[in-house]
C-alpha cells in the first residue's frame, strides 16, 4: 500500500493579511465620521423645532403713548422741473460784427454789466447824422416862429418832431451795441464768438418761470447769450382738474429734489385756468410754485416731488394702532395708574398712521398699544405691521416712544411699520412740516 501523503493546514494567503489590517483601520475612522453626522443632524432638527416653534408662538408687547395735539395736513402730490425764477436769451437787435465777448458760462454777473459788444461805428454815424437833422429842424422852427405864419410854425414843429424820433431811434440802436445783464445772475450760455454777424430784428422781453420779468433781444441771429438768476428757482408742474379746485395762490409747498431726502419750503405763485394738456384719462392745469428756502446746490432741469398744503389744522390724535374697531365703535385701552379700561372714543380723520380724536380722550390721556412679535406677524391682526404702513412687524422701536414727541409716521420708517416716526427712530419722519411728504396726507407736528 502506498504510503500516504501527510495533509497540511491550508492557510490564507499571507497577502491577504493586510487586506484586514486596512479595513480594521478604515472602521475605526468611519465610525466617529458617523456619529459626528448623527449629532449634527440631531442638533439641527433641535434648531429647527425650536426655531419653527418659535416663530409660530408670537409674543404680546405693549407699548404706552399720550394723546397728544399735532397737526394734521392734507395735501396734493406732484412731481415737475426745477427751473430758474428769471431766465434772459439775450441777442443783440442792431446789426454789426461781434467786437467782444466778456463772460463765459459759470460767469457770475451783476446787472447792467456789459456781456458783449458789437463794432459800433456805423451806429454812432447814424447818430451823428440824426442829430445833424434835429439841428436843421429846429433851426426851421426857430425862424418860423420868428415869422409869426402860423401855417409854418406848424409844418417846422412837426418836422422836428420827427427828426427827434429819428435821433432817439439811433441812440437806442448804439445803446443796444452792447449787451447788458438785466438781473443779478449766472452765465448759462454763450453762443457768439468775437468776428459773428449778429441781429436783424427787434429786441424783445419775457418772463421766467417763476414771473420775474426780464429783457432781451431777439433776432434770426442763433448768436445768444443766456443768464438765469441761481438764488431763486420755481417748480412747473401741473395737476389733475380734481385737484385744481383744491390749489390757489400763496398756498404752503414742500418740494424736494431728485436725490434729496431734505424738503424746501416753497409756496404757490400760479395756478392756470386753462388746462395745458388733456387726454383720456382727464386735463392738467399748469402750476408754478416758487421755493422760497435758501437753495445752494440747486440745477435747473432737476426733477423734484412736491407736496402742496392744502389744508392744515392742530386735531388731537392718537396712533392708529391704539384704536379698535368693534361693531362700529372704536375704543381705546386708557390707562389710569396701574389699571387699564376700554374707553369708547369718536374718530375724525386719519392721516398717515395717526387717527384724529373728537371725543373720548383730552390732551395727555395715556392710552396702551398691545401687538404681537414673532411668528408671521401678517396673521397677527393685533401686530403693528398689520396697522402701520411699510413695517415687517418683527422689528423693535429703535426710538423712544415719547409723548408729545413730533409724529411724522412716514410710511416704511424702521420699526413697527412706519412706527419709525417717534424721536430717535432708525428712518422715521422729520417732525413738524415735514409731515406732508409727497405721495399723499401725511401729519407732523409737535
Known amino acids: 500500500m502506498p504510503p500516504v501523503s501527510p495533509v497540511l493546514p491550508v492557510s490564507a494567503p499571507t497577502a491577504a493579511q493586510p487586506v484586514k489590517r486596512g479595513r480594521r483601520r478604515y472602521l475605526r475612522w468611519l465610525i466617529p465620521v458617523v456619529a459626528v453626522v448623527v449629532v449634527a443632524g440631531v442638533v439641527g432638527t433641535i434648531l429647527l423645532t425650536h426655531r419653527a416653534s418659535a416663530s409660530s408662538t408670537p409674543t404680546t408687547v405693549t407699548r404706552e403713548v399720550q394723546a397728544s395735539m399735532v397737526t394734521m395736513t392734507q395735501s396734493v402730490s406732484a412731481s415737475g422741473t426745477i427751473e430758474p425764477q428769471q431766465q434772459a436769451d439775450l441777442s443783440f437787435s442792431s446789426s454789426g ?3 467782444a465777448v466778456n463772460v463765459a458760462v459759470g460767469d457770475q454777473v451783476a446787472a447792467g454789466q456789459s456781456l458783449a459788444t458789437i463794432d459800433t461805428t456805423d451806429l454812432q454815424s447814424s447818430v451823428d447824422s440824426a442829430q445833424a437833422a434835429v439841428d436843421a429842424a429846429q433851426s426851421d422852427y426857430d425862424t418860423a416862429v420868428a415869422t409869426g405864419v ?8 412837426s418836422t422836428l418832431a420827427t427828426k427827434q424820433n429819428a435821433l432817439t431811434n439811433a441812440q437806442s440802436a448804439l445803446a443796444a451795441g452792447t449787451m447788458t445783464a438785466p438781473f443779478d445772475g449766472t452765465v448759462a450760455q454763450v453762443s457768439m464768438a468775437v468776428g459773428d454777424s449778429v441781429g436783424s430784428g427787434a429786441g424783445s422781453g419775457g418772463q421766467g418761470a417763476g414771473g420775474g420779468n426780464y429783457s432781451g433781444g431777439s433776432s434770426s441771429s442763433s448768436d445768444v447769450i443766456t443768464v438765469i438768476s441761481t438764488n431763486l428757482y420755481a417748480v412747473s408742474t401741473s395737476v389733475g382738474a380734481s385737484d385744481v379746485t383744491q390749489i390757489s395762490k400763496g398756498q404752503a409747498v414742500l418740494v424736494t429734489p431728485n436725490g434729496s431726502s431734505t424738503p424746501l419750503d416753497g409756496t404757490v405763485t400760479s395756478v392756470g385756468v386753462i388746462a395745458s394738456s388733456s387726454t383720456s384719462s382727464g386735463a392738467s392745469f ?4 416758487d421755493i422760497t428756502d435758501p437753495q445752494q446746490g440747486l440745477y435747473a432741469g432737476v426733477t423734484a416731488s412736491i407736496s402742496i398744503i392744502t389744508s ?6 392718537v396712533p392708529t394702532a391704539a384704536i379698535t374697531m368693534a361693531q362700529g365703535q372704536a375704543s381705546v385701552q386708557l ?3 396701574t389699571t387699564t379700561t376700554t374707553t369708547a372714543v369718536t374718530t375724525g380723520e386719519a392721516s398717515n398712521s395717526q387717527t384724529e380724536i373728537t371725543s373720548g380722550l383730552q390732551e395727555g390721556d395715556t392710552v396702551q398699544i398691545t401687538m404681537l412679535v414673532g411668528g408671521n406677524a401678517s396673521n397677527n391682526p393685533g401686530a403693528f405691521s398689520s396697522l402701520f404702513p411699510g413695517g415687517n412687524g418683527t422689528r ?3 426710538g423712544n416712544f415719547t409723548p408729545g414727541a413730533d409724529f411724522s409716521f412716514q410710511p416704511g420708517g424702521g420699526g413697527y411699520g412706519g412706527y419709525g416716526g417717534y424721536p430717535g427712530a432708525d428712518q422715521g419722519g422729520n417732525g413738524a412740516g415735514a409731515g406732508a411728504q409727497p405721495g399723499g396726507t401725511a401729519t407732523g407736528g409737535r
Not at 150 to 157: D, E, L, N, V
Not at 312 to 317: D, G, K, T, W
Open 286 to 289: 399748469p402750476v408754478t410754485v
Open 150 to 157: 402860423s401855417a409854418r410854425i406848424t409844418a417846422a414843429k
Open 335 to 337: 390707562v389710569t395708574g
Open 97 to 99: 460784427t461781434v467786437t
Open 312 to 317: 392744515s389744522r392742530q386735531v388731537l390724535a
Open 396 to 398: 423693535r422701536p429703535s
